[in-house]
């Protein structure tokens, strides 16, 4: 595949400062001493740990498209402290100490993608402006009220989790109907594919192979294999997230659940003095249904909404420009900023996230088998793909560390359902969610909607 073949996955490839020029297919055999599937974000922080950690170790990095063709290069660009299932570590007085622990982790990973890529010269737009988390509604508010006194309850601090009522809110955005909320300044704005673009060239100059445009079709111990080769390796790490139901036997793992993002033309400051976001803070509302939304470094709105399952666990790499679920995400983003509606939106897109069927992340490995696996970040993975790549990398060097005595360290998640439950039961989640979320914005408690989507759509 040429650089002009190369179809653009998202804005934040269009925007790069050159266009993509994939890297060559692995051809016959080869012998190394790890060898990871995937170059996203999790495959890449596990190679760049492991290389500054042994020089010496010879690393291969096996990916069937290019760099950050997955969700790495499609995403929201939130590089934040959240980690999916967090909840269900903190409530639990037997498991708190723990999830206390992963969550400063994730504070400081959130900083540690930033030290990292300046270390290494890779300019991702990083941007630490914290997050802003909206309540548009009063049981929105009251929702967020309650997760943010629980937040302080587990005994983070004003520093980390402020709450600001709708005046202290408007200081900082102004989003319609917004009547207060949530800022943490653990999060930073960044260019998701300059980061994983600028890590494969990174690690490639120290020495590690990054294979392109070879798709692994099977894993075993001590070996993988492609279409035109194969590679032995005493470590073979799986890192293919939302992908990995394509891989044999793993059909149920990880259900690919799509998000869908739009960017707006660059905006003039006249409109930033309207709308805020100085310093790129990273936005949302408390819905159930997921929305995220960032001010890029050239001064466009990035925002996307959740939700999409195909069936049969189907993945969608590109969508047509007039998909209906970029109308959703349009409108969503107006209903934000509604002075926007004479906005261009530039760019649409979408990508595949893995979520496990308890939304709980991962770090499989087996030390007698060198196996190992990574994922099910649910939507959450930007900061999180560093922590887990930081960990990986020490079990590969057998070491023992305070990180790699984390919950989500050989965590087991049973598998989904199968078709068509599974398809029935993310169509009926969603439409709870969608429900409750309607509910709410009219003022009304969500009820038995919102504790349905609550039950499932996390468990
Ligand atoms: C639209 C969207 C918005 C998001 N927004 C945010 C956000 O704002 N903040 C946040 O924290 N998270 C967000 N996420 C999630 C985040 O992007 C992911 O959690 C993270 O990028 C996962 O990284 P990864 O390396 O594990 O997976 P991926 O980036 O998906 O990488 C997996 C790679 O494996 C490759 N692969 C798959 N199968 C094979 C195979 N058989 N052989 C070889 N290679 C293979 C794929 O091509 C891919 O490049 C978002 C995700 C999407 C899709």
């Not at 290389?51 to 939130?78: D, H, K, L, M």
């Not at 629980?150 to 600001?164: H, I, N, P, S, T």
């Not at 906005?343 to 770090?363: C, K, N, Q, S, Y």
């Not at 007698?368 to 020490?394: D, F, S, W």
Request: hydrophobic letters at 40%; glycine letters at 12%; a negative charge.
């Amino acid at each position: 595949m040429s650089a002009e073949e190369f179809k653009s996955p998202s804005f934040w490839f269009s925007d790069l400062d050159a266009p993509v020029e994939p890297r060559a297919p692995l051809e016959g055999d080869g012998q190394f001493d790890v060898a990871i599937v995937g170059a996203g974000y999790t495959g890449l922080w596990t190679a760049y740990y492991l290389n500054q950690r042994e020089p010496g170790c010879r690393i291969a990095v096996v990916e069937a498209e290019t760099a950050g063709f997955g969700a790495s290069g499609r995403n929201g660009g939130w590089c934040a402290y959240y980690y999916s299932g967090i909840e269900s570590l903190l409530t639990d007085p037997n498991k708190r100490e723990r999830g206390l622990a992963l969550q400063r982790a994730m504070f400081d990973a959130v900083d540690e993608v930033g030290r990292a890529s300046t270390a290494s010269g890779v300019d991702c737009d990083y941007a630490k402006g914290g997050v802003l988390i909206a309540g548009r509604s009063q049981p929105e508010l009251e929702r967020l009220r309650t997760a943010y006194g629980e937040m302080r309850g587990y005994g983070f601090a004003e520093e980390d989790f402020r709450w600001l009522d709708a005046n202290a809110f408007a200081e900082r955005a102004r989003i319609r109907g917004a009547l207060g909320g949530i800022f943490s300044p653990h999060c930073a704005a960044l260019q998701p594919a300059k980061l994983a673009r600028g890590l494969a060239s990174f690690i490639e100059a120290r020495g590690v192979v990054v294979f392109e445009q070879s798709p692994v079709r099977t894993i075993e111990k001590g070996a993988l294999t492609t279409d035109r080769g194969r590679i032995r390796a005493d470590n073979v790490l799986r890192c293919t997230e939302g992908y990995s139901c394509r891989l044999p036997g793993l059909e149920r793992a990880i259900l690919p659940l799509h998000s869908m993002m739009v960017a707006t033309e660059p905006l003039p400051e006249a409109v930033w003095k309207e709308i805020g976001l100085q310093g790129r803070p990273t936005f949302a509302d408390h819905r159930r249904t997921v929305t995220y939304g960032q001010r890029t470094a050239d001064d466009r709105l990035a925002f996307g909404t959740r939700g999409l399952y195909y069936y049969g666990s189907g993945i969608r790499d590109y969508f047509d420009p007039g998909d209906p679920a970029f109308s959703h995400t349009h409108a969503t983003l107006l209903e934000f900023f509604p002075s926007l509606s004479d906005v261009e939106i530039t760019h649409r897109w979408g990508g595949a996230l893995g979520v496990t069927r308890d939304w709980m992340p991962f770090i499989q490995f087996d030390a007698r088998t060198g196996l190992g696996a990574v994922g099910g970040y649910a939507g959450n993975g930007v900061a999180a793909t560093n922590l887990a790549g930081r960990t990986l990398a020490e079990l590969v060097l057998r070491e023992t560390t305070e990180r790699t005595s984390f919950a989500w360290v050989n965590h087991p998640s049973r598998k989904w359902e199968p078709e068509p439950l599974r398809w029935l039961g993310s169509q009926g989640v969603r439409r709870m969610g969608e429900w409750a979320d309607a509910a709410e914005q009219k003022g009304r408690h969500a009820g038995i909607f919102g504790s349905i989507f609550d039950a499932f759509a996390s468990h």
